[in-house]
């Protein structure tokens, strides 16, 4: 990632130090690092490989994507599909919030905040080619990083469930980076299974 400007520089340091205070942690190359905080340095990993001159927005948005997130912990909510969905957009609100803090501590102004407020938000997906290149970042990170551990613990009926939903909100160049990544021999099957009953038929 290159910085573009001094508050660019601030504002990522700043989400960093944030996520840097997440109590879970994970290694990454022999290294133990809270969780979020790898999470958030893979997403603007995979925005510089999938969109090398993404606007300064949007590389704040990827980088804040997940900000805090574990102060909004999943069982604060019912926990069937309503509160599933309760949470989620609490947690679009809460990354929102947070990211918008420090952007206006970092010194940004009213429509750059705004702008990445909107992209965290996941509003227009589909219409915004930023907000598509966002969730395509959101998914490979998923599939690449979180979908082996995530398999671990459920049955193949959920997991094809899960990538045929994640299939369907990424663009054409997402998925052609999903079959590029180099899946273990079972998640490989399970994709494959999921994507060839997800063809629509003849």
Not at 58 to 85: F, K, S
Not at 165 to 191: C, N
């Amino acid at each position: 990632m290159t910085a573009t400007s001094p508050r660019f520089k601030t504002a990522i340091e700043r989400f960093d130090a944030a996520n840097s205070e997440d109590p879970h942690r994970e290694l990454v190359d022999g290294q133990e690092l809270p969780r979020e905080l790898a999470y958030a340095r893979r997403m603007s990993a995979w925005l510089d490989r999938l969109a090398p001159d993404a606007s300064e927005p949007l590389r704040l948005a990827a980088r804040c994507q997940h900000i805090r997130r574990w102060t909004v912990p999943r069982n604060t909510y019912p926990m069937d599909r309503e509160g599933y969905h309760r949470w989620r957009t609490a947690l679009y609100q809460f990354h929102a919030e947070t990211a918008g803090k420090i952007l206006r501590e970092a010194g940004y102004d009213d429509a750059t905040i705004a702008r990445v407020q909107a992209l965290v938000r996941k509003e227009r997906i589909k219409r915004d080619p930023e907000a598509q290149m966002l969730e395509d970042v959101v998914c490979l990170v998923f599939l690449e990083n979180y979908f082996s551990e995530f398999a671990a613990h459920h049955d193949e009926a959920k997991l094809i469930g899960i990538v045929r939903k994640t299939w369907r909100k990424m663009s054409d160049q997402g998925h052609a980076a999903a079959l590029k990544l180099d899946f273990p021999p079972e998640i490989l099957a399970l994709v494959g299974k999921a994507l060839q009953e997800d063809k629509p038929a003849a």
